[in-house]
């Protein structure tokens, strides 16, 4: 039986070979979980500002748009209700002259003045179907938005700031003022001073 060479390495009772500590020293170290949660959050907040703002903003502008359609038809209904305002204001000297007309024919009984107020009634029939409202002034406190003060004067049987007199008719288209009425105003009379005599103590 040979013995074995000296030469030869009997591997099985070798030692394990290791790697060495530091092996894989030079590799990144993965990052956290918590880290990797924190950065998700973060985005999550930033996506979530950013849906809110382009929430509030598309409500803003559907607002606008609201409004707008809203207005635009506010001013079309106005501009048909008021197209025949010019038109309007052109009759009104026609009624003034009518009714000065009847006036100074008061007691005139004739087919033309009564032909004459048959006109004046229809006209103004028509122009009240049309929106026109004549305004009544006469008794009324003045109201500076509808009437016009010519004149003023002292009145014992009048509230002060009261239309006495009316001396041409003032006239509304709907709600809106076509011209005022031109009237007389009362204020407060004046009581007399009281006279002394000179030669009294």
């Known amino acids: 039986m040979g013995h074995p060479d000296n030469n030869e390495v009997d591997r099985t009772d070798s030692p394990t070979t290791l790697p060495p500590a530091d092996a894989g020293a030079d590799r990144p170290a993965a990052p956290s979980l918590e880290a990797e949660i924190q950065e998700l959050r973060k985005e999550l907040e930033e996506k979530a500002t950013e849906i809110r703002a382009s929430h509030e903003r598309f409500l803003r502008e559907r607002a606008d748009l609201e409004n707008f359609k809203k207005r635009t038809q506010r001013e079309k209904s106005e501009a048909v209700r008021f197209a025949n305002e010019p038109l309007v204001r052109e009759l009104l000297g026609v009624i003034d002259n009518l009714e000065r007309a009847l006036e100074h024919a008061d007691s005139d009984r004739t ?20 929106g026109v409202k004549r305004i009544e002034a006469v008794g009324h406190p003045f109201d500076p938005a509808q009437h016009e003060a010519m004149a003023q004067v002292e009145s014992a049987e009048h509230a002060p700031n009261h239309v006495v007199d009316q001396h041409q008719s003032g006239y509304l288209l709907h709600d809106r003022l076509l011209r005022p009425a031109l009237v007389t105003v009362s204020t407060r009379k004046n009581p007399r001073p009281v006279e002394t005599d000179p030669n009294s103590d």
């Open 111 to 130: 087919s033309v003045v009564e032909g004459v107020r048959m006109v004046l009634k229809s006209l103004l029939d028509i122009l009240a179907r049309h």
